[in-house]
C-alpha cells in the first residue's frame, strides 16, 4: 500500500519540512555528480557504521562529536535515487502537519533527535555490522509516530494494488495505516534479526522501529499547543 496524501490541510507553510526535502536532495544529487569511489568514500565517513562505533566503545575511547556526527550525517545521505524519493515523499506527506502542531524549530529538533534515537536502535540490534547505514527514515519514523498519536483519525489516501491493474484508492485510518506500518517493520527486524541480518535487503529495521517509538513518545514534549 503507497500512500498518496491525507486529508488535513497544512494552517502554515512547512518551512523546515521543504527545508530539510532541499537539503537532501541537493546532497544526493552533488555526490550522485561525482564518481563512484568519491560517493563510496564519502558514504563510509559519514554514514553511521555500527561496527565502528562498538569497537570504540569496546577500546574505551571516549565517544565526543568526533566520532559520533554520523548519528546527524547518516540522516541526510541516500544510497539512490528511488530511496530518496521515497523518503521526501513520506516527508511531505506527514511532515507537514506535526510541523504545525510543534512549530519549526521544535520539529527541527523534534526530527534530528528522532534520526539519533533510530540510529541507537540500529547499533543496538546491529552491533558488529560494517555496512554503512544512510538514510532520513529513521527520522521519518520518528515523524510517523509523532502522527500517528496527534492525528489518529486523518485519513491516509492510500494507492492497493489491484488484481485487475485498475489503480484502487482508499481513504485509510491514518492510526490504521500507521499501526499496520509498524508491525511491517517490526516483524521484519525480528525475523531478520533471528536470521542473523537486521539490513537485509537494504532496510534497517530496528532504525525504523527506534524512530516510531520515539515519535510516539516524545512528541507531547515538542507540541506548540499542548491540547
Do not use: C
Amino acid at each position: 500500500m503507497f500512500p498518496i496524501r491525507d486529508n488535513i490541510p497544512s494552517r502554515r507553510p512547512p518551512v523546515i519540512t521543504l527545508s530539510l526535502i532541499i537539503i537532501n536532495s541537493l546532497i544526493f544529487f552533488t555526490l550522485s555528480s561525482a564518481s563512484y569511489s568519491t560517493f563510496a568514500e564519502f558514504v563510509y565517513k559519514y554514514g553511521l557504521i555500527p561496527a565502528k562505533i562498538t569497537k570504540l566503545i569496546i577500546s574505551g575511547v571516549p565517544l565526543s562529536g568526533s566520532n559520533l556526527y554520523p548519528f546527524i550525517t547518516s540522516m541526510f545521505l541516500h544510497g539512490n535515487t528511488f530511496h530518496l524519493i521515497s523518503n521526501m515523499w513520506i516527508l511531505w506527506l506527514f511532515g507537514d502537519n506535526v510541523e504545525d502542531r510543534m512549530g519549526h524549530i521544535r520539529f527541527l529538533i523534534f526530527y534530528l533527535l528522532s534520526g539519533v534515537i533510530a540510529g541507537v536502535f540500529h547499533l543496538v540490534f546491529n552491533p558488529i555490522s560494517p555496512v554503512p547505514v544512510v538514510g532520513a527514515s529513521g527520522a521519518i519514523a520518528g515523524i510517523m509516530g509523532a502522527y500517528f498519536v496527534l492525528f489518529p483519525s486523518a485519513r491516509i489516501i492510500t494507492l492497493v494494488p489491484s488484481f485487475f491493474l485498475v489503480p484502487v484508492f482508499l481513504p485509510i485510518p491514518a492510526v490504521v495505516y500507521l499501526f499496520l506500518w509498524f508491525l511491517t517493520q517490526l516483524y521484519s527486524g525480528m525475523v531478520y534479526s533471528v536470521i542473523g541480518g537486521t539490513t537485509v535487503g537494504g532496510i534497517a529495521w530496528w532504525a525504523h522501529i527506534g524512530g516510531f517509538i520515539s515519535g510516539v513518545l516524545l512528541n507531547r514534549f515538542f507540541l506548540r499547543d499542548r491540547y
